[in-house]
């Protein structure tokens, strides 16, 4: 069946930061490099709140690690900047905004608690493969600190390559690969590579 990705987030303790309307012009940035290299349609709601649409559903967890992965890096000294995410894979046949996944990824946001990354699906062995991990790979990134959110997002955009995200970020590999570990690098690749085969499967299913 055609599928449509949404995914919907908003801030982490927007109001309580030194200068909420840094942190709300970072989220701006991070979401206008999203929606170039993902190609996604982006609209922001209530300041801290947002939504992107991948028009390539198969990349949305990884818009979904880079979108927090570039916010925690950009954090000033002192405080932390990240978001909540609701990732809703649902029906494409439906009216723009009113779709299974729009209905699916909003109501999905409001209804969670203490998870900072969630997946919603009608799709029962879908939700089985990815709900339980997508919790495991939001409490990886609640514990990520910057430099290993900032190593993490670069690795994404070099598709793993490490001499070049050491380029990029005029450090040694050796500290790269370091960094990497401690973000548990490896698992989240593995995740991504997972989801996206699994959402393929959903889409030809």
Request: contains cysteine.
């Amino acid at each position: 069946m055609a599928i449509k990705a949404v995914l919907t987030g908003d801030l982490i303790h927007s109001q309580t930061v030194d200068n909420t309307l840094a942190y709300i012009a970072g989220l701006e940035t991070v979401l206008r490099t999203l929606e170039r290299r993902y190609g996604a349609d982006v609209e922001t709601y209530r300041g801290d709140g947002f939504q992107l649409v991948l028009k390539q559903p198969e990349h949305v967890f990884h818009c979904a690690l880079a979108l927090r992965a570039a916010l925690i890096a950009a954090s000033p000294s002192g405080e932390r900047w990240d978001a909540r995410l609701a990732i809703g894979i649902g029906s494409a046949q439906s009216t723009q905004g009113y779709g299974e996944a729009f209905v699916l990824s909003g109501q999905g946001l409001d209804g969670m608690k203490k998870s900072t990354l969630a997946v919603f699906s009608n799709d029962e062995r879908f939700l089985e493969r990815t709900e339980l991990v997508t919790e495991f790979v939001g409490a990886i990134i609640e514990q990520w600190t910057q430099v290993e959110a900032q190593t993490y997002g670069v690795h994404l955009i070099t598709e793993s390559h490490q001499a070049e995200t050491a380029q990029r970020l005029g450090k040694s590999r050796v500290t790269v690969n370091r960094a990497l570990q401690r973000a548990q690098a490896r698992l989240l690749d593995r995740y991504l590579e997972r989801t996206r085969l699994w959402i393929g499967e959903l889409a030809h299913g």
